[in-house]
């Protein structure tokens, strides 16, 4: 079986995709990612083939994910990203999903769907943050007011009707040339490709988000994504010699976030480590960012070491805490590894995970981006290995994590999905039924 595998977005978008692909191609099954230039070479490495899409990723996260961003900016920077790779995009993805047997989607919104209908095959949509009604929670782009349920609720309505109006806009001339049928606006996800009920599957531990007992049975909580055992990595000997001499260093990342001043917030976070008596390992993307002060200066510090790149499985078996922008993927990866954790949220999802590490007790309150001061930061980071109730929590979460195999849960549901799937299929065939689409008939 041919899986065709969609994703927009950075690593922490991709590389639960690669490991979910790996499990899949271990049960013979032919696995292909689609995804933006610079995260070939992972997918590649995985085993798996890769289908380049156009446009510039890095671009288009710092435009979307700015510190102090709101709903109302993010949705207006949408809109604009929209307006300039729509029509590239949806052709690239098409052209990715041909001769798939099998579609598997991240969020962005209905084209997924839309294809799939166009293709005729099964599609399964994959989520790594809350995206469908919970009155326990908001929706994770939205601000976590504390104004009860009724909020809550009203939150996911909102997107989905900003999401499907403007989908009805940049998508409705492609539906029509395509044959394929549009789809209503509406105040909540439309998990429907004809009669075909679309298999949700949250990437998630039911350990940290407990699914809602409103969500219908097509929503799957199956658990985070994340490697059976660490990565193979050989260190540096620069990197050996760090982690072997002094006290064990901390992690601090944020990923492909370049968004805000990075100059200030280097200067900040080499104040706090010397302050607190820290030492850390940092990834260098953003870092090359900074001023030529700021550069001379990191390089003086024996407080920091560089990396271009660490597998999170390997590295954080060699830290004593993270802190990170909050993305699904490195906070799953950091609780994995029953380290305890601060979350500094640039925008996006990313507060949600903040407000989860905190109120299950697993780190210090996050600090917005736009927020982060050296009095807040040095406080946090004092917090963050000075509390041995942060570790303890983290420890016991770790330990139930381990249990779970996300991964595998989720290729058995997408197996005896597209099984039934088929019989239906052959059943609507067999009948002479618009089965599939309205415009599905047996010739």
């Given amino acids: ?217 097509n929503i799957h909580m199956v658990g985070f994504f994340q490697p059976k055992a660490a990565e193979e990595y050989t260190p540096s000997p620069s990197l050996h010699a760090f982690l072997s001499n002094g006290s064990t260093p901390i992690y601090i990342g944020f990923g492909s976030m370049i968004s805000g001043d990075m100059c200030e917030a280097m200067r900040i976070i080499l104040a706090c480590l010397k302050r607190a008596d820290l030492r850390a390992v940092m990834f260098r993307g953003w870092g090359e960012l900074c001023d030529e002060r700021t550069a001379s200066a990191v390089r003086a510090s024996e407080r920091v070491f560089f990396a271009d790149y660490i597998p999170h499985s390997w590295l954080f078996e060699h830290v004593r805490a993270v802190v990170h922008h909050g993305g699904a993927g490195t906070t799953a990866a950091g609780l994995y590894a029953g380290l305890p954790t601060l979350v500094i949220p640039f925008g996006g999802d990313q507060p949600f995970w903040g407000q989860q590490i905190y109120r299950r007790g697993l780190g210090p309150k996050p600090i917005p981006r736009d927020k982060m001061s050296e009095h807040k930061l040095a406080r946090a980071l004092s917090q963050l290995v000075g509390n041995p109730a942060f570790r303890e929590n983290a420890q016991y979460i770790s330990k139930h994590l381990r249990m779970e195999d996300g991964a595998a849960t989720a290729a058995d549901i997408i197996e005896q999905e597209t099984t039934a799937f088929s019989a239906a299929l052959t059943d609507a065939r067999l009948k002479r039924r618009n089965w599939m689409t309205r415009n599905f008939v047996e010739e």
């Fill in 1 to 217: 079986m041919r899986i065709h595998m969609l994703s927009i977005g950075t690593t922490g978008d991709v590389k639960p995709m690669v490991l979910l692909g790996e499990e899949l191609a271990r049960r013979g099954h032919i696995v292909q990612i689609a995804a933006f230039k610079p995260l070939g070479d992972m997918i590649r490495k995985a085993g798996l083939e890769f289908y380049c899409l156009p446009g510039d990723v890095y671009r288009y996260i710092g435009e979307l994910i700015k510190p102090g961003a709101s709903p109302v900016t993010f949705l207006s920077r949408l809109t604009k990203s929209l307006r300039q790779m729509i029509e590239p995009l949806i052709g690239a993805l098409l052209d990715a999903s041909r001769g798939a047997d099998v579609l598997a989607l991240t969020y962005f919104g209905s084209i997924g769907y839309s294809i799939a209908e166009k293709l005729r095959i099964p599609c399964f949509q994959i989520h790594f943050y809350p995206m469908d009604r919970n009155g326990d929670i908001p929706l994770a782009i939205m601000p976590m007011l504390r104004l009860g349920r009724a909020y809550n609720n009203l939150t996911y309505s909102l997107a989905y009707l900003a999401v499907g109006s403007l989908e009805y806009h940049y998508l409705r001339r492609w539906r029509t040339v395509n044959g394929v049928s549009a789809r209503r606006i509406r105040p909540h996800p439309d998990y429907t490709v004809g009669l075909w009920r679309i298999p949700v599957l949250y990437a998630i531990s039911p350990q940290i988000l407990p699914p809602s007992t409103c969500w219908p049975s």
